[in-house]
């Protein structure tokens, strides 16, 4: 079973033809399913079914830049279903008959980079 893949690479794109040329190879890659480029941080998202990080970076250098280095590569349901949790109202509490102030809630992930290793 193929699950979906969202990757992010970083490669430096200093104009809007280096953008152009990243999404094209990006795009000419089988299994690729949606491809968004971040500006600011010249990240480009592939999100997409078998798609291979390793050769697509490989592709990425060779075409464009020796610079290309992948940031992330994780399941694209997982970010759906943080996105739904974090959509969660907060509720007003009310007492007597003044509520109380609201706030803002956050729900706090104590284990947001599984990736990496830590030694105590």
Do not use: W
């Amino acid at each position: 079973m193929v699950y979906k893949k969202k990757i992010v690479i970083s490669v430096p794109m200093m104009n809007d033809k280096k953008r152009a040329r990243a999404l094209q190879i990006a795009v000419g890659f089988s299994g690729v399913e949606s491809v968004s480029i971040e500006k600011d941080k010249n990240e480009i998202t592939i999100v997409g079914e078998g798609v291979d990080p390793v050769r697509l970076t490989e592709r990425l250098r060779k075409k464009m830049c020796l610079h290309a280095i992948i940031v992330t590569v994780g399941s694209a349901e997982e970010e759906e279903k943080k996105k739904k949790k974090k959509d969660k109202p907060c509720m007003q509490l009310m007492y007597g008959q003044y509520p109380m102030p609201r706030y803002e809630c956050y729900e706090l992930d104590t284990y947001q980079n599984r990736d990496s290793c830590t030694l105590m």
